[in-house]
């Protein structure tokens, strides 16, 4: 029998999906746009806040474990409680969870898996990361795996498999080595050009944890939203045709 799906709604256009849901813990599937958490200054609407009025009913609050990016979309995962949100965090300042992305990138990465590591340093300028020498005293470390899944003629779509979890980190490790994701128009200005897609070309598509009250390993994947998809299969036609 098919489960029916359930939603939470943000704005009157936009809802997210309900992962994963129990008495301990509650993860979505976030729409690009949207924050993942308040921001101080800003009025846009936010996933916790949303969240916390559809766990009204529960009497529970949503309580941030991680975040991504306002214009990336995916998993993002939430506690019920103080108990479980301290042992997840614990998890994640281990980089013992799975978090696994998808990103279509310029370009064929080569070779078509591997480590990327670099150092990187949050400026003022912009609100961004930059990369700087592994002696810098400011910078942080930044690991991740990737992997080719499927090669376009001038694109690619990649797995990527997050370590640690700095402020755009895949963005900035992907602009460095040469393979920017499509529509990141943060970090690199000629995605500017790029029409398709109006944020940058990356979800959060895999969690996966070891739950912090019965200790079973909980896996979550949050479907491709409707624009990736469409980008997806405009530049695999377009590698058909050429």
Do not use: W
């Not at 766990?55 to 108990?83: C, P, Y």
């Not at 500017?192 to 070891?210: D, G, M, P, T, Y």
Request: proline fraction near 6%.
């Amino acid at each position: 029998m098919k489960k029916t799906k359930r939603y939470v709604s943000l704005t009157p256009r936009d809802r997210a999906e309900i992962l994963f849901e129990d008495k301990h813990l509650i993860a979505v599937n976030k729409p690009a746009g949207i924050l993942s958490v308040p921001v101080p200054g800003m009025k846009s609407a936010n996933l916790q806040e949303c969240l916390d009025r559809y766990l009204e009913n529960q009497k529970r609050r949503a309580l941030t474990v991680h975040r991504i990016d306002r214009f990336t979309s995916g998993a993002v995962l939430f506690a019920k409680s103080r108990q479980a949100r301290t042992r997840l965090i614990r998890q994640f300042r281990n980089h013992e969870p799975a978090r696994i992305y998808l990103a279509l990138v310029r370009g064929i990465p080569d070779p078509p898996e591997g480590e990327l590591i670099h150092y990187l340093k949050r400026i003022s300028e912009g609100f961004r990361n930059v990369v700087v020498p592994e002696t810098d005293p400011e910078g942080t470390k930044a690991r991740m795996l990737y992997r080719v899944v499927e090669r376009y003629s001038d694109t690619s779509l990649i797995e990527v498999a997050l370590d640690t979890g700095l402020k755009n980190q895949i963005r900035v490790q992907l602009a460095e080595i040469g393979h920017p994701t499509v529509g990141d128009r943060h970090y690199v200005t000629d995605e500017e050009e790029e029409k398709l897609i109006n944020r940058q070309a990356l979800h959060a598509s895999r969690l996966e944890f070891v739950h912090p009250v019965s200790d079973d390993i909980i896996g979550i994947t949050a479907p491709m939203p409707k624009d990736l998809k469409r980008l997806v299969v405009y530049y695999k036609n377009k590698n058909r045709t050429n």
